[in-house]
């Protein structure tokens, strides 16, 4: 079993910035990708970005490019998002997901393991 749990959320003004953390333990698989999804109530799990395992590929959501920057380290088994420029549309509870293996994917079917979700929320 592996738990993933994220960290990092609050509240921030329009314009600021915010770092999430997720943290891996339990039996983690030998090459895995991590990725962040966002949700709202009463709309789809929406994708923000994913990294390798290597960490060579990363790809990001429309909505966040140029804003937030993903990144991991194997050796503690955490993945971090760095968020710039937050808008008040960045509002949403943010998970973390970890796929097994070493393709990386945009959809959330394809990820086994899911953190609980940690809020952000951007005021104007």
């Known amino acids: 079993q592996v738990r993933l749990e994220e960290s990092g959320g609050g509240l921030v003004q329009a314009g600021g910035s915010l770092r999430l953390s997720c943290a891996a333990s339990?039996?983690?698989?030998?090459?895995?990708?991590m990725a962040w999804f966002r949700q709202v109530p009463g709309r789809e799990r929406e994708f923000v970005a994913v990294?390798?395992?290597?960490?060579?590929?990363?790809y990001y959501g429309e909505s966040v490019k140029g804003r937030f920057t993903i990144s991991r380290d194997n050796p503690k088994n955490t993945m971090s998002l760095q968020m710039n420029i937050l808008k008040p549309e960045d509002t949403a509870v943010y998970y973390c997901?970890?796929?097994?293996?070493?393709?990386?994917?945009?959809?959330?079917?394809?990820?086994?393991?899911w953190g609980q979700g940690t809020q952000v929320t951007v005021s104007s």
């Open positions: 990294i390798s395992w290597s960490g060579e590929t990363t």
């Open positions: 997901a970890l796929r097994q293996g070493s393709v990386v994917a945009q959809t959330p079917p394809m990820y086994e393991y």
């Open positions: 339990g039996r983690t698989p030998s090459r895995y990708s």
